[in-house]
């Protein structure tokens, strides 16, 4: 009886070892993430208090997606991210705008001055979209795919694809791309 006492205990010790190291190893932040929390600590230190409330606002919502199914794990989804607060923002300084409220106005619009420097300043044009559409086409074509409107759309946007990380609206991607087809 004491000897299967003792072969029991180092299975269940070696089982807890191993869930517990596959529950401590962290993912990696995405560099636009990084880059905002650095930001924040510096204007924590400069005591920047309009900057960093939106800094901690941001971080906040990304905090918050990691809690669901869809957590924020790329540049990209970061730049949805801020794309989506500054339209926010921009709707809301419009109705401060019509509600004569120049004070909230120019808060909001302070906001989006700030979260303008993490979007690229580069965005591509419709010229260019349209020959990366027509040379994914044409690869598809080439190596005998099937070529609609979802496939093409699979190979531009996912990840390692011609658009995986441009600053591009997906709905004018696709409407591109049906026009094409």
């Given at each position: 009886m004491l000897a299967a006492r003792f072969s029991y205990k180092p299975k269940r010790l070696l089982f807890w070892c191993a869930y517990s190291s596959t529950a401590s190893t962290p993912?990696?932040?995405?560099?636009?993430?990084?880059k905002v929390r650095n930001d924040m600590k510096a204007a924590m230190k400069a005591k920047d208090?309009?900057?960093?409330?939106?800094?901690?606002?941001?971080?906040?919502?990304?905090t918050n997606a990691a809690k669901s199914s869809k957590?924020?794990?790329?540049?990209?989804?970061?730049?949805n991210l801020i794309r989506k607060r500054v339209k926010s923002s921009e709707s809301a300084a419009e109705?401060?705008?019509n509600a004569k409220r120049e004070d909230l106005r120019a808060r909001e619009v302070a906001q989006i001055g700030v979260l303008q420097e993490y979007m690229p300043s580069k965005?591509?044009?419709?010229?260019?979209?349209?020959?990366?559409?027509?040379?994914?086409i044409g690869k598809m074509k080439a190596?005998?795919?099937d070529v609609n409107r979802g496939s093409v759309m699979k190979a531009l946007v996912a990840e390692g694809g011609s658009?995986?990380?441009?600053?591009v609206d997906k709905k004018d991607v696709a409407m591109l791309v049906q026009g094409i087809i």
């Open positions: 993912t990696a932040a995405p560099s636009l993430l990084l208090g309009s900057r960093l409330d939106v800094l901690r606002g941001l971080i906040s919502e990304v957590p924020i794990t790329t540049d990209s989804q970061m730049l109705e401060f705008q965005t591509l044009s419709e010229g260019d979209l349209t020959t990366i559409i027509q040379d994914a190596e005998g795919k658009l995986d990380g441009q600053l």
